[in-house]
């Protein structure tokens, strides 16, 4: 038996992707209590368990998608598992690549406010 599956949980965590990268489309981001504090959650069309967003995955989407999380919704990411700095140790933990960043608006010469 894994130990994983013994407490499966309500949120992913890395083991449940392994080595793979998982395509998902966002059908929903919420704000949740995680312990003692809100959080984002992201939850996936097809996908039984939604990702709770640290800072870190949150920039990345907010620069590929926009800030708006209104506007994430159908939007394609990939979620894989990476080694990450957690409270001073390496663990693994979850990253997001956005699959088809939204593009940027083009500015011209008159658009500069100086």
Same mark, same amino acid.
């Given at each position: 038996m894994n130990i994983n599956d013994a407490f499966p949980g309500d949120y992913l965590r890395a083991a449940d992707i392994g080595n793979n990268k998982v395509k998902a489309t966002i059908s929903s981001c919420s704000m949740a209590k995680i312990g003692d504090e809100e959080k984002p959650v992201l939850t996936f069309k097809d996908k039984e368990r939604g990702l709770v967003l640290?800072?870190?995955?949150?920039?990345?989407?907010? %620069?590929?998608?926009?800030? #708006?999380?209104?506007?994430?919704?159908?939007?394609? &990411?990939?979620? =894989? %598992?990476?080694? $990450?700095? =957690?409270?001073?140790?390496?663990?693994?933990?979850?990253? $997001? #690549? &956005? %699959?088809?960043?939204?593009?940027?608006? %083009?500015?011209?010469?008159?658009? $500069?406010?100086?």
């Open positions: 640290n800072k870190t995955n949150a920039g990345i989407l907010g %620069s590929g998608l926009g800030m #708006e999380t209104d506007n994430w919704i159908g939007r394609e &990411v990939i979620l =894989y %598992s990476a080694k $990450v700095n =957690y409270q001073g140790q390496i663990v693994d933990g979850i990253r $997001v #690549e &956005v %699959s088809e960043p939204v593009p940027a608006p %083009s500015i011209t010469e008159d658009d $500069v406010p100086f």
